[in-house]
């Protein structure tokens, strides 16, 4: 009933325990728990578990930290606004850029059944994400008279259902080959006891590996390798929820070209000293991103001598990347390095009961993006104002809920109709 090879796989790493059910399964459900094991990369799991339960800590583990320079977008003069305009303007022209749109997830804490990126947020004509995003690529396509390349990084739960979402809407009248699906990679759970989660009979648990992941994916799908065929320079990485994301500013891009560093990003001044954003800082001499989770409050409250915060420009996932900057992210190692979060899972036990545990009973294995940061000596920051680049769908209601998207969206469209 099972094949030899999985047999001869899961022996090799300590792993019999996920066809332990197969009796139970039906022809179906025994393929695609096969396929899941095929997909496995033990050896890096592996690797992982014995770092996450290691008792080992880093000598050495204090940091120096630093606040990282920036420049305001708003202070810059009409003369620098036009001079970085034409120098973004002209690598889009010549097709030196791409955008690449991270939508792995589903919108189910939006009531929503299906990708993120196809939720209505509604906006009259009610676009999809996807749409509104597609809609500011194809503007600078035309102004530009060069189509953009578009990247979009999906996940196993996603795919299909993305991609014939595209074609059902003919692709928004982009044109198709410039639309480039690929798939995150996923990482299994694994238990305390090093054993892979089952969270049913036939179900390996996996989690997608975080926004860190694109690098590596970008890799394995062959990506990268379309982009340097393309010869694309700068290529701009954002997430799928943010209305106000714009994919292609030729201003951004021509900051990036114009700093001499590999790597840019936008940030925004954090809305308060608790607000749960990363902040951009220099760690050890290097561009570092603190999680909120991380820094002290005493580090997250420090101000200068205006009342400013020091460690005030949050990191919102608006990233500019060199191509040789992924070039050297990827490597010899294919991405970066995992973090482990401490998670509670249902899973099968060994009598195939379903528990529910109440308390962490498992790791889960992601990496973060601004960790490629670190890897450089600089990092230009372009600080831009809140209120017209950022507007998030991640609740249902609330802060950050499209009700809260949909009056920014439509109060930002104004102000930009009465210039």
Request: proline residues 4%; glycine residues 10%; negative net charge.
């Amino acid at each position: 009933m099972v094949p030899e090879k999985i047999k001869e796989l899961l022996k090799k790493n300590g792993q019999e325990h996920l066809t332990g059910f197969c009796g139970e399964l039906g022809d179906e459900e025994r393929k695609a728990l096969f396929k899941q094991i095929e997909g496995i990369d033990f050896e890096k799991v592996t690797e992982l578990y014995k770092s996450a339960s290691s008792e080992h800590t880093e000598s050495g583990g204090e940091y120096c930290y630093e606040p990282l320079g920036y420049t305001e977008k708003a202070g810059l003069t009409p003369d620098e606004r036009n001079e970085l305009e034409r120098i973004g303007g002209e690598i889009i022209a010549n097709g030196g850029f791409a955008a690449l749109t991270m939508a792995g997830g589903q919108g189910t804490r939006l009531g929503h059944d299906g990708p993120k990126g196809t939720y209505d947020i509604g906006l009259p004509g009610h676009p999809s994400l996807f749409e509104i995003q597609c809609s500011r690529l194809a503007a600078a396509s035309a102004k530009y008279g060069k189509t953009i390349p578009w990247y979009i990084m999906t996940s196993r739960e996603n795919d299909k259902a993305t991609r014939k979402f595209f074609r059902e809407h003919s692709f928004f009248g982009y044109p198709e080959e410039d639309i480039v699906f690929f798939v995150q990679n996923m990482l299994p759970m694994v238990a305390f006891d090093g054993k892979i989660v089952l969270d049913e009979k036939g179900h390996v648990k996996e989690g997608a590996d975080g926004h860190g992941g694109v690098f590596a994916a970008l890799k394995s799908s062959g990506c990268y390798d379309d982009m340097k065929r393309r010869g694309i320079k700068w290529i701009f990485i954002g997430g799928i929820d943010n209305v106000l994301l714009k994919l292609c500013d030729p201003l951004f891009i021509g900051f990036g070209e114009s700093s001499g560093a590999k790597i840019a990003a936008k940030s925004l001044v954090k809305r308060d000293a608790k607000e749960g954003v990363g902040v951009f800082c220099r760690r050890n001499g290097k561009p570092y991103v603190i999680e909120y989770t991380e820094i002290s409050d005493e580090m997250a409250d420090m101000r200068n001598g205006d009342g400013s915060f020091v460690y005030g420009d949050a990191h919102v996932l608006c990233n500019l990347f060199s191509i040789e900057a992924v070039a050297a992210v990827i490597g010899e190692n294919s991405g970066l390095p995992y973090h482990v979060a401490r998670k509670k899972t249902k899973f099968v036990n060994e009598k195939g009961e379903t528990i529910v545990p109440e308390k962490p009973n498992a790791y889960k294995f992601e990496a973060f993006i601004f960790d490629a940061f670190e890897m450089f000596d600089d990092l230009a920051i372009l600080r831009v104002d809140r209120e017209s680049e950022f507007a998030p769908v991640k609740n249902k209601e609330g802060e950050d809920s499209p009700e809260s998207a949909r009056r920014m969206y439509e109060e930002n469209l104004r102000r930009n109709e009465q210039r």
